[in-house]
């Protein structure tokens, strides 16, 4: 029983009156004296039993209480606990007892025979990691209209340089626009600016751009500093030596920016914060650095050059990874293949009649026919109906391709096929020629003589490729060629071995008279191209031309769109934006033979849904 403060106060009350009641006698004898010594004797016996016994009582209370709480705290303990019936399935025949005991019978922790959770019960759901700002950022910069029907490409921007452009960079949200020019500087831009601005061409700059008709505003600088070249034995250290701009990369912040020189060394520089601090140099190549490439994860690059060799580099150690060497000839693009989609394995496109749906039978003529389509206004007169140089159709077995409709190279990379292919990477590097070679290379994989393996070309394509790039997906290689055309390639992925891929998809052909393709580019959307030659830029759908009357889809006289601004000389970049906003234009030979101007133009693109 729980002591309480209340009877403590009525035993307390009855002693005060006994010692009352002895004190009100009138008389007091030594009888009474002693009698009332005897009776406080015993009360204060009395008063000690009594107070045992309430400490009895108290220490009951406690004993009590504590069992109540030990009682409370096993039964929050055996709701915290997950039942053992739910954790381990009941076993016929075993006696449950136990488990339908008391709640004392039932310990918060199972047995150590019971820690095994069943396999039936669902996985943990697994969260997602939250995206960084920077890709959160980026990500948002990525256009919202994915597949328009065309596009409307107009130049509202020309920016005059004394010398002609060879490169050009730009950061993902186009804030900063880089140029590196003959003259051996690199000229920071600010795109925005210029565009929304009201700085207009005066009339000598006209005359430089070559703009005769309309109005178009002209560039905006932030900053420009120089590239410097190969450090001389005998130069004084206040002679700086400048080397041309032979290449261009930029981090997708515009944090720091890669220079290619005509010695073969690269330089790192700062762009955002102290613009044009120079950091260090990387050496390797023995000559023209042609083209650099940033990884994905931006902590590393590739670099190609005229030595015929590919870097890849370590921009932690700044050092030297890894070497890739095709054959030999100057490597003039390097470039890395986009993350894009997956896209189904295609079904067997030689299988006719009625098990086959009639999109894929369409599709199977249209691929069959687009190399030897013939549209007498662009295109050439067929030498011959030699059934020889018409693409051999995908099938189930090996592909047999005829021998005299390829080319066949004494040196480097075997061709590739779809077995080789089939166990590649999506980590693939593309590397195209002066000779017209465009190699992939498997880059998880560093043994010589796998991994890697070359596109083949028709017999009719000339030896020579100087521009040659990645559809946004992935899927697609373009390559543009010395007899005005373009070689589009299937390149899809499956992370199998499927018949057909890679192969030559079909050919775009320019007007003969429009000249050597010198740069392609590809948009966003993974359908449209651009294409540009001596005279013009062209849009085409990738996707669309090229196809034959019996696709069923109505073709125009003119396959393509020209996009004004550019007119004469060699473009040796174009540049788009993962939005599909801006596309800028450079004129330059790259070193190579030809004429250039010297004008940077920026196009205004609008989607045409």
Known sequence: MVHSDSEDEVEANDVFDFDGRSSDADEVNDDDLFDADDNADEATEHGEETGSEDEDEEGEGEEEEEEEEEEESQELARKDVIPMDSVHPTIPGQPQGALASGPSSVSPFPPPDQHRISSKDPTPEQRERPMSPARIRRTR?????????????????????????????????????????????????????????????????????????????????????ENPGAPQADAIVEDHTRSPVTSLAMQSDALWALGGTESGHI???????????????????RGHVSSLALQHDEMGFFSAGWDGDVYQWDLNTGQQTRKFTSTGAQVAVVAVRPLGPIFPPPRDLSITGPDLPEGLSRMADDDSKSDASY????????????????PAKPNTQNISIPKGSLVNYSRGPPPLDSTNYGSFSP?????????????????????????????????????????????????????????????VWDTRQFGQSVNGVPKLLKTLRNPISSGAVSCVAAFPDGRHIAV????????????????????????SGVPFKIIPGHHGGIVSQLLIDPAARFMVSASSNRGWSGESTRTVLVHDIRSVL
């Open 141 to 225: 910069l990525v256009s919202s209209t994915t597949h328009p029907r065309s596009y409307t490409v107009e130049a509202i921007c020309a920016i005059a340089h004394p010398e002609p452009t060879h490169s050009l960079a730009a950061s993902m949200c186009m804030t900063h626009l880089l140029t590196g020019s003959q003259d051996g500087y690199i000229r920071d831009y600010d795109v925005f600016s210029a565009v929304n601005g009201k700085t207009f061409l005066t009339a000598p700059q006209r005359q430089h751009c070559a703009v005769v008709e309309g109005t178009m505003k002209s560039g905006q600088l932030r900053m420009w500093w």
């Open 267 to 285: 330089n790192l520089f700062t762009v955002r914060h102290e613009p044009g601090q120079f950091i260090t140099a990387l050496y390797g190549h």
């Open 375 to 390: 549209d007498p206004l662009f295109d050439d007169e067929p030498e011959d109906e030699n059934p020889a140089l018409q």
């Open 427 to 487: 980590d693939v590097l593309m590397t195209a020629s002066i000779d017209g070679s465009v190699v992939l290379w498997d880059q998880r994989v560093n043994a010589p003589g796998k991994g890697v393996g070359r596109l083949e070309m028709s017999s009719k394509t000339p030896p020579w490729c100087v521009s040659a790039c990645w559809s946004a997906d992935g899927g697609q290689i373009y390559a543009g060629r010395r007899n005005c055309t373009v070689d």
């Open 532 to 555: 540009a030659s001596n005279d013009n830029i062209r849009l085409w759908n990738a996707s669309e031309a090229g196809e034959s009357e019996t696709s069923g889809r109505g073709r």
